[in-house]
Structures are given as C-alpha cells and as structure tokens.
C-alpha cells in the first residue's frame, strides 16, 4: 500500500510539472536537440500596416473601399424592364437563337416612368421588344386585359402594343386617351423617343362612350407632349350617329392643351326681343391676372339702340379672403325714337360679395355684401323673371372684434332700396360695442354656497348710427334756362338732372343720427314655494341727441300784412296765431335723455295627465300649461331734461281755440334724430302669458310585443297673452292675442293667429273706453287673424322597363347627389316661405308635389253719413300655392310651380322648367306661360366645356314682349 502510495504522489507531482506556463516554452519540439538549459525570448516581428488595414472591419466596410458609387449608376436596375409575376404561368424559350418570355395573367411592367399592364405580354431579350395584348371572353362577349400605359400622369387604353425598350419606339393599335376635354381615339399609331404621336384614321370626340354618338374623323394628326401638350390635325369631318358628313370639315386644326385659367374671347349669345330688337349678349373677353384675381368684361348689344356694360372680377387668396366683384352700366331705351312707347333710361348696378377666413385673424371678422343700383336696373338688365320681379335689395359691410368675448366692437354700413317707389336708405357708419354679462361680486374661488349678492350681474351695449333715407327724385335738380325758368320736357314734362349741383346739400338735408346706451342690471333671482320661478331686473339707458328743434307761436296775417284779428271765449279780440315748427339742422345741439324702468317676473309649469288605460289605442293625454306673470314699472319720464318743452294755447284764424300742449325738442316731424326721447306718462302693466302644450301617447301596434308606445304632438303650442296697465288714464287692458302650431303625421303643418280686443265701439264704430262684454259686443271683439297650412307629398318607386340609364359606357348613369334640397323662397317671385319647400331628387323618389294655403282677415268699421249706418269693412286674402318635382327617368326632371288667388279668382305667376340629359348634351326648357311675365327658353348646349360655346342653340321669348 506504501507503495503505490509513493507512486501515486510521483505521478501527481510530473502531471503538475507538465502543465506550467514555461514548460511548454522549455519543453524541446520533437526531433530537435536542445544544445543548452537557457530560454531565448521570442523575436516578435510586426505586421504589415497593408495588411492591418485589410484585416480591419471599419476599413472593409467602407462604400468607398467596396463599391464605387459611380459603378452603380451604370449598373442601374432600370436598364432593363423589370416585369411583376403573372397570374397564371410564365413560359421560357431560349432555343434556336430565340430568347422569348411569355407572361399571361395580368401582367405589369415597369420601366423608367412608363407602367405598362394587360392580360398578356410577350418579351423578345433579342430585341429588347414587348407585345401586350387582351384576351376576348367568348362568354360575355368583352374584351379583358387589353393594354393600359401610363406615363407622365396620363392613361393611355389600347388594343395592342409593341413597345421597344431600345429605341423607345412604339406601335399603338386603337388608342384611347383624354386630351384637354375631349377625347381622341387613334386606329394606327407611332409613338416616338420624345414621347409624340403620329396618328392615321383618329376620332376626336367629347362623348365618353367607346363608340361615341359624335366625332370629327381625322386623316391624320400628332401629338406632342413636349414642351407642353397639343395636338395638330390634318383634313377632318364631323360623323354623327356613324353617318358622315364631308361638307362638314376642317382643313385643318389645332387643339392647345387648356389651363386651368387663361385670357380669352367669351362666346356671346343671340336673340330677339320685340321691344329692343335683335341683341347679342355677353360678347367679351375673360383676363387673368397672376393666381388670386381674373377679370371680364363683356357687352350687350340690342339693334334699336339699347347697349350695357359689365365687369365682373373674383380674387382669392387661400387662408385668408376671396369674394367678387360686378359692375355693369346700361342705355335701355325700348321701342323706336318718335313713337309714342319709346322710353330711355340709364341703370347701373354694383355687386361686392367678400368674405374672410376666419383662421387669418382670430377674433376679427371682416365680410361684404353689396347689391346697389338704379331703381330700374334689374327691370332692364335681369337674367331670369325672379331677378326682375325682385323690388328690394340690401347692402352690408360689416367688420367686427371680440375681445375674448368679453367685449365685442362691430362697425357696420347699411343700405337697403326699393325700386318701387325709388326709395333708398343708407346706414354709414352704424357703430356697436358691448361688454357682456358680468357678475362683479362673485369669489374666484368659492367656498359653500353661493351668496345671493353674488348673483348680481351688469351688462353695457351702445351703437351709434347714422342714416340718410330719399326718393331719387328727391335729389334731382330741375333744368333752368338762362332766365332761370324750368326747361319743359315735352316728352316727359319738367326735366330734371339725375345728380344735380345741389346733392351733396339735399343729402345733409335728409341726415339722422344718434347713439343709445343701454345698461343692464340684472338682479338675484329666487324661487317661491320651491315652484315659482322670481326673476327681478333694472333698466337704465341714455340716448344721445345731436339735433334740436322748436315749436312756436307767429301771428297769422293776412295778403296785406295786416293782422287777423279773432274774438275769444270772453268777447275780446285777439290776433290769430298758428304754431311753426322748426325741425333743426344735424349737429345744432346735443342733448341727453334718460329712460329708467323695473320689473319682475314669475312662471312655472303645471302638468295634466289623463290616463285611459294601457290596452287602449290611445292610452293618454298629457297637457303642459306655462303660465308666466310679469309686472313693469316705469314713472313719467316727461320732464325739462328729457327734452319737453310747453306750448300755450292759441286762437286760430278760424276762431277755434287750441288748449296748451306739450312738445319734445327732440321728437319734431323732420328732425334728424334716429333716437327718440322717452314719451309722455307713467305705467305700471301686468302681463300675462299662457303656454300651452297637448301631447298624446298611442299604442304602437307595429311592435310585435303589443307592449310598445310612441308619442304624438297634437299641439306644439297655443299661447294667449294680454296686459294691463293700472296707471292708463282709458284703456287700460291690452288687446288679447292668441297663436298655435302644430304637424300632423309630420306632413301636415298648420300654424293661426288670431287678435281680440276687450273693448267696445260706438254706433259711428268709434273705439271707446267700456269693455265689449257690457255692451253687449261679446267677450271681445275679433279684429284680425291669419291661418296657414302647408302638405307634401312625395312617391317612392323604381320605373319600369329602360328608364334611360342603361345606355352603356362610362359615365352613363350618375353618381348619388344631394338628395333633398329645401328651398325658401317662391322660384318665381321670390317671396320667403316659411318652412319652405321640400324638393326630392332621389331616383328612388322619383316625385313630391307640395301644397301650401294661407288666409289673412282683418276687420274695420267706417260710418256711412248719409245712410246713418255702420258699415263693416272685411278684408280677406286667401292663396292656394302647389309645386312640383317630377323625376321622369333619372335623365329627365320636371318642376312646376304656380297658384291660385281664392279672392280674386285669378291664377298667379306659373312657371314651368324640365331638363334632359342626352349623355353629350343637355337640354332645358323653361316656359312661363300667363301673365305679364309670359315668356319661353329653349337650350340645348355640349355639356363638355370645351364645346359648350360652340356646339349650343338657344330660342327665347322675353317678357319685354308682352
């Protein structure tokens, strides 16, 4: 055991001998000797710095070390046409010299900026030469697949192509492509390295359809893409409906490619009219000017002397405004010179329409919309019978700024005409600012509850204006001779000058202005009871007068100075005086008037529920009444410092005596006050306001668990109101009013009105101070009322058979529209309807007729001396108006509009339109056929654009003629 003891330690000592660090550097390599014991270190020798760089991972990534970037370019990928994946299979020939790809199953290449697709292609590597072609479906009689190019954003449909990649050189069989708005189709075609076409056997056409109704057949023709896109035709012929017509041909033509906006002619229009002869209308030219503005200008001649002017411009600049701009100016002169219906006038007309964007000045508004013009203007100059029958116009520019809404500054001018009796008004400037609502007692940050003077509120709003109201005869000057005698006119009578030399002192004449201001103090409001609603309030206002007048007492006298003398009531004479009133001049004074008053209010709601049971159809009723009491109180406010002046009382020239009055200096006939002064007496009114609301809830037997309901208005509302004023010296109860709407299955809308007033009359039908109800009149006796009632119509439904929508090709049947319009005013009179009229242009809609009604009465008294007899004067008024919209086919569309006055028996103005759409063209028809706007138009016009000048005929009657 000893000794394999000693023997394993020996083997464990030469084991660890072995495995040193030098052992390995001191052990000899086989086959060598060892001359000596000694260790020579070993002589490390450097690598080549070449080869370190070679070994260097940043070095042997670097592009510039691996690539040369230039080397890349030449071997760019698009040298080649890189072709996608076919559907189907790809086929490979490469034998007998033959390199040959076929591709079949919707096919793309690409190559440069040209992208080629079809159902087929087949590619020769030998001559860098691709053939795509269609695949004709047996089954559905159609061609699919057949090649599209597209290339610098246009499209380009073909039959067949064989492209070159090489030469870029290309033969085209039956081309289809868009140029400007038409549509050129080519049966042989040569597509050049410059990317233009030489064209044989072409079509040009605006008809979308791939056999269009139209074309003008071309011989020959190019197109050139570069440096801009035209195309240039040689002989050509127009062909309709596949008949052609040589006689009808150009030598020669031209197609520019259309901007967006360029300067050139307007096309006019031609007619007759029997009052003005022969005319040509809107001859002209159009003007652009950079990319926010254009202008055009355009002429109306008639062949017995009439002539007109009109510009019209519009200007836009994103993000900030755009608006319009028409002025025209005209000579109308109707019949011929020395005949009896000759008349000649001058009109102009000016429109400005402006609006801003409301990103460009947050806070700050700027807009404008300005019709101006002669009174006869729109008689002579209007497009359509509702332009003419239009007898008033408004004008606004208005330009505001809110102060984080806290305060608002608004600086507006008006202007309002009415061509009837040429009267015009100006507002320039109408001021307004306010500050709104505030509470200054309320904590930021409140703690518990709210106190009650915080609910304290103060409100301020002003606006100063200034006005100036005439008739356009007002401001003419009569025409003097040297001697200063009116000129006659022998035609017309006296003439006068449209602006004479005195208008500027006429206009100051005529100026009112004044400024008001209003404050409102609102108070804690509280309920009573937990169910009346108490709402107290304070007003204060001031208006601010520049202009004052008088009334006085002159002495009457006689042609020869002398005095006329009276007798009083006691036998003496007196001189007879007259009062004379002098309205003032603007800006001769300025004074302050106050107006002050307080109220409080009370409403509540009461709710009536009457309950027929579940089971029945109708299972209950439920009545809202509102009732709302208010009081007022507002003392005399007739004193010195409001402006009330007394008057003593006089003698007239008849004898008859005038008791003192009172007068306001400021409240004179013709002064130039826009405000007034607070009138005479104090009041204290209740009034009282009672709203009603009836609601029904109904089974609904179309809920299959029986269990369902729904509600149904019977009455949206009836409201009575009258007042009564405690401080009136007679008649102190206001008249009683009563009003009520309501809809009926939502169609049938009815609406009435009606005024009673509690107080009698005598036997002359002289209102007097006792209640009707003591003599016998009534409760209280009905003086006006008006009722209106409105019901439309409509059918649903698809037409049978071809409707006209199955005629095949692109843009054959429309997209969906708008489809419900509601118009708001009459088509022909332009009278605003209230509600008014539902139109449906849905195909699925294809009809609605709307049926409207009205009544107005009013009732008066006039006493007949002679009979000694009441009479009593009935005024009623009573229209039944209907129209309709008619879908015939979804290309067809009848409207129709006219009415009946019950009272006068009569038919009112009718007008009836219809449109068709013929896929190229369009037709439109309109006819008003009575009355003294009796007049007819036919159009029928290319809808596209570039020919709609061109290829157009219009025939129709003015109502000038009638």
Excluded at 61 to 67: F, K, M, P, T
Excluded at 192 to 207: D, L
Aim: aromatic share 12%.
């Amino acid at each position: 055991m000893q000794l394999k003891a000693v023997r394993y330690i020996l083997l464990c000592a030469m084991l660890l001998f072995a495995l040193r660090p030098d052992a390995a550097a001191q052990r000899p390599r086989r086959g060598k000797t060892v001359f000596s014991s000694t260790v020579v270190p070993k002589k490390v020798v450097a690598p080549d710095s070449l080869q370190l760089a070679r070994r260097d991972s940043i070095a042997r990534a670097d592009s510039l070390y691996r690539v040369d970037s230039l080397a890349l370019m030449k071997q760019s990928s698009l040298e080649k046409p890189a072709f996608s994946t076919a559907r189907d299979s790809i086929v490979e020939v490469f034998s007998n010299g033959h390199r040959l790809i076929y591709y079949y199953g919707e096919v793309t290449v690409t190559y440069d900026d040209m992208k080629l697709s079809a159902e087929r292609m087949e590619y020769d590597m030998n001559t860098g030469t691709v053939y795509a072609y269609g695949v004709y479906d047996s089954l559905s009689g159609e061609w699919k697949g057949r090649p599209v190019m597209e290339q610098g954003g246009k499209s380009y449909n073909m039959e067949e192509l064989r492209y070159n990649f090489n030469s870029r050189r290309s033969k085209i069989k039956n081309m289809v492509t868009n140029e400007a708005d038409g549509i050129l189709h080519g049966q042989n075609i040569k597509m050049m390295p410059n990317r233009s076409f030489n064209i044989t056997h072409g079509k040009y056409t605006v008809c979308d359809l791939e056999h269009p109704h139209y074309w003008l057949e071309l011989s020959a023709a190019k197109v050139v893409t570069e440096p801009t896109q035209k195309t240039v035709f040689g002989p050509a012929h127009l062909v309709v409906e596949d008949v052609h017509l040589p006689f009808v041909a150009l030598p020669f033509g031209f197609v520019p490619q259309r901007p967006k906006r360029a300067t050139g002619l307007l096309m006019p229009t031609f007619g007759e009219e029997n009052a003005r002869g022969f005319y040509l209308k809107d001859l002209g030219m159009y003007f652009v000017f950079g990319d926010y503005f254009d202008l055009s200008v355009t002429t109306d001649i008639f062949t017995l002397g009439s002539w007109a002017l009109d510009i019209n411009s519009r200007y836009r600049v994103n993000y900030k405004f755009n608006g319009n701009f028409s002025l025209n100016y005209s000579n109308d002169q109707t019949g011929e010179k020395g005949s009896a219906d000759f008349m000649q006038s001058t009109n102009f007309g000016l429109r400005w329409s402006h609006s801003q964007d409301s990103k460009a000045h947050p806070g700050t508004s700027f807009s404008a919309s300005v019709n101006f013009s002669s009174p006869s203007n729109s008689r002579y100059n209007s497009r359509s019978v509702t332009e003419a029958l239009q007898n008033q116009a408004s004008s606004s520019v208005s330009w505001s700024h809110s102060w984080s809404g806290k305060a608002n500054l608004s600086v507006n001018a008006l202007h309002s005409q009415n061509s009837r009796d040429s009267s015009y008004a100006f507002t320039l400037p109408n001021v307004s600012f306010s500050i709104a609502t505030f509470y200054p007692f309320k904590r930021k940050q409140r703690v518990g509850k709210e106190k009650v003077y915080e609910k304290f509120s103060l409100g301020y709003s002003t606006a100063l204006q200034n006005k100036i109201s005439f008739k356009m005869n007002d401001l003419k000057d009569y025409v003097l001779d040297s001697g200063g005698n009116r000129v006659i006119d022998p035609s017309t009578g006296v003439s006068q000058k449209e602006f004479g030399d005195s208008l500027g002192i006429k206009a100051m004449d005529r100026l009112m202005n004044g400024m008001a201001h209003n404050f409102s103090i609102g108070l804690p409001s509280f309920s009573l009871f937990k169910y009346f609603n108490i709402n107290p309030s304070v007003s204060y206002g001031q208006n601010w007068m520049f202009s004052s007048g008088r009334q006085y007492l002159e002495g009457v006298t006689d042609d020869t100075g002398a005095a006329v003398m009276v007798n009083d009531s006691d036998g003496n004479s007196v001189q007879a005086q007259r009062v004379v009133t002098d309205p003032g001049t603007a800006f001769n004074a300025f004074g302050i008037t106050h107006t002050y008053s307080g109220s409080v209010s009370m409403n509540t709601r009461l709710y009536g529920m009457f309950n027929f049971g579940k089971f029945h159809r109708i299972q209950a009723i439920r009545h809202v009444v509102s009732p709302s009491l208010s009081m007022s109180f507002s003392p005399d406010k007739a004193t010195y410092f409001n402006g009330w002046r007394d008057l003593p009382g006089y003698y007239d020239k008849n004898g008859t005596y005038h008791a003192a009055s009172r007068y306001n200096i400021y409240n004179l006939t013709g002064g130039h006050n826009t405000v007034s002064a607070p009138g005479p007496g104090k009041s204290a009114t209740a009034s009282l306001s009672i709203g009603n609301n009836l609601e029904a809830k109904v089974r609904d037997f179309a809920d299959s668990t029986g269990a369902g309901s729904k509600k149904v208005k019977l009455i949206d509302q009836l409201s009575l109101n009258t007042g009564y004023n405690f401080l009136a010296e007679q008649f102190k109860m206001s008249n009683i009013s009563a009003s009520m709407s309501t809809s009926i299955f939502g169609k049938l809308s009815l609406s009435a009105s009606a005024a009673f007033d509690p107080y009698a009359i005598d036997e002359k039908g002289v209102r007097v101070d006792r209640f009707a109800i003591k003599e016998g009149q009534g409760p209280a006796r009905f003086t006006n009322g008006s009722a209106s009632m409105s019901y439309a119509l409509s059918g649903k439904g698809s037409i049978k058979g071809n409707d006209g929508s199955k005629t095949g090709g692109p843009g054959a049947s429309s997209g969906p529209a708008d489809y419900y319009r509601r118009i708001y005013t009459h088509p022909v009179t332009g009278e605003y309807i209230p509600g008014g009229w539902l139109y449906y242009t849905n195909p699925d809609v294809p009809w609605s007729v709307n049926f409207s009604y009205s009544l107005s009465y009013s009732r008066s008294y006039r006493y007949d001396t002679a009979a000694a007899t009441l009479l009593t004067d009935n005024l009623i008024t009573q229209t039944l108006n209907v129209s309709g919209n008619m879908k015939l086919t979804p290309k067809m569309s009848l409207n129709a509009s006219s009415g009946f006055d019950l009272q006068a028996r009569k038919v009112t103005t009718t007008q009836i339109s219809a449109t068709y759409d013929l896929h190229c063209f369009n037709i439109a028809v309109s006819l008003v056929p009575t009355g003294m706007w009796k007049s007819y138009s036919f159009r029928i016009a290319a809808n596209a654009a570039a020919l709609s000048d061109l290829l157009r005929f219009k025939k129709s009657s003015s109502y000038w003629d009638n």
